[in-house]
Nanobody, 123 residues
Framework: QVQLVESGGGSVQAGGSLRLSCAAS????????VSWFRQAPGKEREGVAG????????YYHDSVEGRFTISQDIPKNTVFLQINSLKSEDTAMYYC????????????????WGQGTQVTVSS
């Protein structure tokens, strides 16, 4: 059974940093992309970064380019999202998701989802 568990969220001041983790189980041979999405209240879920199984960066959302870094530890089945220079507009629930195919930025393309971890940025 596929399970994705996010951790690392919290409340930080603007300009601060967080490192989110997505621990995967049951995905050993049937995934090709893990992405991080975020959803703020009243807004659609948006893809912020994705990484292919071979380590190739799939994408970064324009609004996070240069501030967010996605990486992975394959032996530990974990994908990370380093978030620096946090802004109030980064406040959202952050989700990781996995799909069998190449990275895509749209939530509807992903088969597997975690429960999310909240990031709150205060100015």
């Amino acid at each position: 059974q596929v399970q994705l568990v996010e951790s690392g969220g919290g409340s930080v001041q603007a300009g601060g940093s967080l490192r989110l983790s997505c621990a995967a189980s049951g995905l050993t041979y049937n995934w090709n992309c893990v992405s991080w999405f975020r959803q703020a209240p009243g807004k659609e879920r948006e893809g912020v970064a994705g990484i292919q199984r071979d380590g190739t960066i799939g994408y970064y959302h324009d609004s996070v380019e240069g501030r967010f870094t996605i990486s992975q530890d394959i032996p530990k089945n974990t994908v990370f999202l380093q978030i620096n220079s946090l802004k109030s507009e980064d406040t959202a629930m952050y989700y990781c998701a996995a799909r069998l195919d190449w990275c895509a930025m749209y939530a509807r393309e992903y088969e597997y989802w975690g429960q999310g971890t909240q990031v709150t940025v205060s100015s």
